[in-house]
């Protein structure tokens, strides 16, 4: 199961269907999408094909660089490093799996080069989470053993197996609890 209200969740829960696995997206509202659908600013990535067509010379190494100096003391090295170094990729990725437009890249604070990608649209976060909402719903409509999405469901307890392995979820709807694997 993915809880999935932000972008974060529906993209694992692409990424699992493109390697052939099942999923089970649970979102505690009436509605996929969360907060990301209010995101404003875009993407951030580096090394794209928009970066080096516009000839921006930004790295993974210096888009950590500029993380840390931001997030001081409440720097969290390992995630930042997925972040940063995998960024670029997940554009892409959004890019050509989704048809999106990430075609404009802009500098924001705390940055020393452009990397925020964003369409032509003003709402790029919500551009962005139906594209993946629409693609995920359109999975389930057609291939429901591959793909669920239960909304207004609280996610209570995930289940393991003995090597730790997340097998499962409990999760709560309508007052009554559910065990789905």
Request: hydrophobic share 35%; proline share 3%; no cysteine.
């Amino acid at each position: 199961g993915i809880n999935a209200e932000y972008g974060a969740g529906l993209s694992a829960a692409h990424t699992v269907l493109e390697r052939g696995g099942r999923v089970l997206v649970l979102d505690k509202n009436s509605f996929l999408g969360g907060n990301s659908v209010k995101a404003t600013s875009g993407l951030n990535g580096t090394l794209t094909q928009t970066q080096v067509k516009a000839g921006i010379q930004d790295s993974p190494q210096v888009f950590y660089d500029d993380t840390a100096k931001s997030a001081r003391s409440l720097l969290r090295p390992d995630l930042v490093k997925v972040l940063t170094g995998n960024s670029g990729s997940a554009v892409e990725w959004l890019q050509s799996k989704f048809g999106l437009d990430l075609s404009l890249v802009s500098r924001l604070g705390g940055h020393s080069f452009p990397r925020t990608h964003r369409g032509k649209e003003r709402f790029p976060g919500m551009t962005i989470t139906y594209a993946l909402m629409e693609r995920l719903e359109e999975i389930a409509k057609n291939e429901p053993h591959r793909a669920r999405v239960v909304v207004k469901a609280d996610a209570k307890k995930l289940l393991t197996d003995a090597s730790g392995a997340v097998t499962g979820v409990v999760f709560e709807k309508d007052g009554q609890q559910f065990q789905e694997f």
